[in-house]
């Protein structure tokens, strides 16, 4: 299970109509709805892996050891929320250094699981791993292996694999479904909201049974707050996708957590490290 903690106006989805010059300006909603998710997650007995922008936790350092003193696992989503396929590898390697120092600083724990923005490590950014490798990751999760309009990299391995074949670094890809020849999402995000929750228990019951793997699921704080702040001007898609269904998303949640066992991505490491193949773009 792992979140990725970002406030309402960090996403991709608004990327065009707010700048991030303005992020300072907005009313944060992150800390609360985080605080949140760490008292859901306290009732259901769960503890699960929160992927923290820098920019957060350079804000709300208390918020971080909270999250790590509730038994969960804080790990990096970058800076701020800027995609790989927009940096190069040393601007790369700067972004993932200032978060990990943020992250560490502010919890006291080692940083070891990366989550690219918008899932982009994709074909046209391989050389992310050795970056990834060469900072002290021992896991990122940053591939979705499926076409999406936005983001994905349908070539890549739809499991745990390892992208280079001298390090242990091994990248666990977001979870999808295999149905004959069609490959959809069902690890969380929109996709979750939007869709019946039959089909998100059907899908992680047959990655399960059918494929034998663990689910990665993932979704964000301000897919619970019901009461943010309407973005004005955002594209009517972009504005479908955040919204839709977010006054129902605890309810299937709770009910999601329910009925499957959860974890953080660190207790999956080592098994995935033994299940991994080496895979090359
Ligand atoms: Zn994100």
Redesign the pocket.
């Known amino acids: 299970m792992s979140v990725?903690v970002?406030d309402y106006f960090?996403?991709?989805a608004f990327e065009k109509v707010v700048s991030r010059d303005q992020w300072d300006d907005l009313p944060c909603r992150v800390e609360a709805n985080t605080d949140r998710l760490i008292d859901l997650f306290a009732q259901l007995g769960i503890s699960a892996t929160f992927?923290t922008?820098g920019w957060v936790a350079a804000r709300y350092p208390a918020l971080m050891r909270r999250i790590v003193d509730a038994g969960h696992e804080l790990a990096s989503?970058g800076w701020d929320?800027a995609r790989v396929f927009t940096m190069d590898a040393q601007s790369f390697a700067a972004d993932i250094d200032r978060a990990a120092r943020t992250l560490e600083d502010a919890s006291g724990q080692a940083i070891k699981g990366y989550?690219a923005?918008?899932f982009s490590i994709d074909a046209r950014t391989p050389w992310a791993f050795e970056v990834l490798a060469e900072h002290g990751y021992t896991y990122s999760s940053s591939v979705a292996p499926i076409a999406h309009d936005h983001y994905g990299w349908r070539e890549a391995p739809r499991f745990a694999f390892r992208p280079l074949p001298d390090a242990d670094l091994i990248e666990i890809p977001v979870t999808t479904v295999q149905w004959g020849a069609r490959r959809m999402a069902a690890g969380g995000g929109g996709f979750f909201r939007v869709l019946p929750q039959a089909f998100s228990h059907w899908a992680i019951d047959r990655v399960n049974h059918v494929d034998g793997r663990p689910a990665i699921f993932y979704f964000?704080p301000w897919e619970v707050d019901e009461n943010q702040p309407r973005i004005p001007g955002a594209p009517l898609r972009s504005r479908l996708r955040h919204y839709t269904n977010i006054d129902r998303m605890e309810a299937k949640l709770r009910k999601l957590i329910e009925t499957y066992a959860w974890g953080r991505m660190d207790e999956l490491v080592k098994r995935e490290t033994a299940l991994a193949q080496v895979w090359r773009a």
């Open positions: 990725d970002e960090q996403v991709g992927f922008l989503h929320h989550r923005p918008s964000h």
